[in-house]
């Protein structure tokens, strides 16, 4: 039986959890999903996840919601070397992934996600971009990145010299940041820079992309996972 991912595609957060599943090369059915219908409120869906958010997966029995959750699930059964397990893999290997997952999701995340939705989907929620913002998130995500400079130019990856959930975890908001006029801050560090492109030519990143156009309203799925 497939597994099912309930949501919408171009939200980072159920991008995320395909770009795992098609890293760990698992069969999957993306059950589309209206956020202008309501469909997260309705009572089958809460069922699923009492937040009313996307993504949720299903597993057999099993169901997980929160994106990242869902991530280590999906490459905890099929891929483990991609958090730092599986042959080869050591508490060392796993302890930095976790740690650079926990980087992405609390100093990475909010300032990038911030500057994609006043830069990109402010206009689609009938609104003006809050400069003022945007200015305050550029000059915290510039201090994220010089660290990530510092980091990547003694690794390839984030977690050491191999591909992890702690890279791949960035793409998907990385995706619409790099389409703003702020990607110059990412451009201007040339370990990040070489980082992200290489993340970006990996064919798993090049196949979810294709549910990610960068002319849909969906700002408001970007704020969080629904």
């Known amino acids: 039986m497939a597994v099912k991912v309930y949501g919408w595609a171009r939200s980072p957060f159920v ?3 395909l770009l795992c599943l098609e890293e760990a090369g698992v069969e999957y059915e993306l059950v589309p999903m209206s956020r202008d219908a309501g469909d997260h409120r309705t009572p089958d869906h ?3 996840n009492p937040f009313g958010q996307v993504p949720v997966l299903e597993d057999g029995d099993l169901t997980v919601f929160e994106s990242r959750a869902i991530a280590r699930h999906v490459l905890r059964k099929h891929k483990p070397e991609l958090l730092g397990g599986g042959e080869g893999g050591s508490l060392e290997k796993s302890a930095a992934v976790d740690v650079w997952v926990e980087v992405e999701a609390h100093q990475l995340h909010p300032a990038a996600v911030a500057i994609a939705m006043e830069c990109l989907f402010a206009p689609f929620m009938g609104r003006a971009r809050d400069q003022a913002v945007v200015d305050e998130n550029a000059g ?10 510092a980091r990547l130019a003694k690794h390839r990856y984030l977690a050491g010299d191999f591909i992890s959930l702690a890279d791949l975890s960035h793409f998907t908001i990385m995706h619409y940041f790099m389409a ?3 990607a110059a801050l990412v451009e201007k560090h040339p370990h990040v820079r070489a980082w992200w492109e ?3 030519a990996r064919p798993a990143a090049r196949k979810v992309v294709g549910f990610m156009p960068l002319n849909l309203g969906a700002g408001a799925a970007a704020k969080k996972d629904e």
Do not use: G
Not at 140 to 149: G, I, M, P
């Open 46 to 48: 809460l069922a699923r």
């Open 180 to 182: 703003t006029e702020y």
């Open 198 to 200: 290489d993340l970006a």
């Open 140 to 149: 915290k995500l510039e201090a994220v990145l010089a660290a990530y400079e």
């Open 15 to 17: 991008s995320r959890a």
